[in-house]
């Protein structure tokens, strides 16, 4: 015969997993996120289907013939002033570039005149062709034989290589920082989103079940805990089912987009890269075949977990103690405070993983779950792992056994709004 326990758990769990409105965000969300990021970019892209002449009226005579016909503008040289075509205005002109001096003397003898909004794509190629001609005469004024050619080849790109070594001396691997940086970020803000809505859906269901008196009759023939673990455990495993969704459905829209960048020309050619660009293509595979995706995972889903069931039961908590949404807020903002302070530190953190912030909160279980995440890969001793993790799981318990003592008065006090020192007290009670 199953536990009560698990007959909550799967009741919570297919209750909601069954809803339309659950299987629409599901299935949706990998799209709409897609197209939010992808939509934009391409409509951004979309060039007008008219040719917009830009007329330069240079008085210097110098830097018109500089100025090439473009994607969509086709430069000429005007053949009025400024203020003629002020008072009679044409039509078919879109812009008006005016050069009154020498730039290099004067760099703000150089104006866009326009009607409408100087798209950015012409403003990045009129500072590109002048700033190189400022910088060509710049040049030329010291006078020194081909000082141009000296300075171009003199510009050289460095990254320094960084290698971790072992307890033995032995070099152990690089430290790929932005692959690592990504992946901390991206798992940091994943658990903190977890947390704020599955949280708070465990709340909204046990503040739902108190209003509607359905948990009277409940209690008659479970105990509390069974309840609260049941719906706390229920609603957690909705959550990874989502996410695990999410991430097949995102993985299958970035492997159609990949062949759909290829079929289409968009991937590279290594063939026809040059050498220090596919040097820089070699090192970011290298980056990510050295990160470690089974510890990485492993330990995602450890504190994943630790911390949903930490913050899960204090959410649950404060749903039973309260009667009204708003009544939760007071003892929302603390724990509000908290995640987001978590946060911070483990974006701020990537910076200095091994910092003495990021070192002490990776061990405090109401930080440790989002900031351990960006230290992880950064190969840190075993001991600290294990640490933090024995921490987190301790302080969970804790947090589970005192949130089902508040739990098990607050489902049946109505009509009254309790204080942090009534919470208290509700946890001495036997």
């Not at 299987?23 to 996120?33: A, C, E, K, R, Y």
């Not at 897609?34 to 391409?42: D, E, G, M, T």
């Not at 007071?330 to 995640?339: D, E, S, T």
Request: charged content about 20%; hydrophobic content about 50%.
């Amino acid at each position: 015969m199953k536990s009560k326990i698990a007959l909550i758990i799967r009741r919570e769990y297919l209750s909601r997993i069954s809803r339309k409105s659950f299987i629409v965000l599901t299935l949706l969300m990998p799209v709409l996120m897609a197209a939010i990021s992808i939509v934009p970019l391409w409509l951004a892209s979309i060039k007008s289907d008219g040719v917009r002449r830009i007329a330069v009226i240079d008085r210097t005579g110098k830097y018109a013939p500089l100025f090439e016909n473009m994607d969509g503008y086709r430069f000429f040289d005007a053949d009025r002033s400024l203020d003629e075509y002020r008072e009679r205005p044409d039509r078919e002109l879109f812009t008006i570039l005016s050069i009154t001096d020498d730039l290099l003397l004067n760099p703000q003898a150089a104006t866009l005149y326009s009607e409408k909004q100087i798209p950015g794509d012409l403003s990045r190629a009129v500072n590109r062709t002048l700033g190189k001609q400022m910088e060509s005469d710049k040049v030329a004024s010291y006078g020194i034989p081909d000082l141009e050619r000296i300075i171009r080849e003199s510009r050289i790109r460095f990254d320094i290589q960084t290698v971790k070594w072992g307890k033995d001396g032995e070099e152990e691997s690089h430290s790929p920082a932005l692959i690592t940086r990504l992946a901390g970020i991206t798992l940091n803000v994943i658990i903190y989103m977890f947390i704020m809505m599955y949280g708070g859906m465990v709340m909204q269901a046990v503040m739902e079940e108190k209003t509607s008196r359905i948990v009277e009759i409940m209690v008659s023939s479970v105990r509390p805990f069974d309840l609260m673990m049941g719906k706390i455990v229920g609603i957690g495993l909705v959550g990874l089912t989502q996410l695990a969704v999410w991430g097949i459905l995102g993985g299958i829209l970035l492997g159609a987009g990949g062949i759909v960048a290829g079929l289409s020309g968009g991937l590279p050619d290594m063939a026809s890269l040059s050498a220090v660009q596919a040097a820089g293509f070699a090192t970011a595979i290298a980056d990510l075949r050295s990160l470690h995706f089974l510890e990485t995972g492993f330990f995602f889903v450890a504190y994943f977990i630790g911390g949903y069931l930490l913050y899960g039961s204090f959410f649950a908590a404060i749903g039973s103690a309260v009667n009204h949404p708003e009544d939760a807020q007071p003892f929302m903002a603390p724990v509000m405070i908290i995640l987001m302070f978590a946060l911070y530190i483990g974006i701020y953190s990537m910076e200095n993983p091994d910092g003495p912030v990021a070192f002490w909160c990776s061990f405090i279980p109401l930080t440790s779950p989002i900031v351990m995440l960006m230290r992880i890969s950064n190969e840190i001793p075993a001991w600290e792992k294990i640490l933090s993790i024995a921490l987190l799981y301790a302080a969970a318990g804790g947090f589970v056994w005192m949130s089902a003592k508040i739990y098990r008065v607050g489902i049946l006090v109505y009509g009254k709004k309790p204080s942090f020192g009534e919470l208290i007290r509700w946890i001495s009670f036997r």
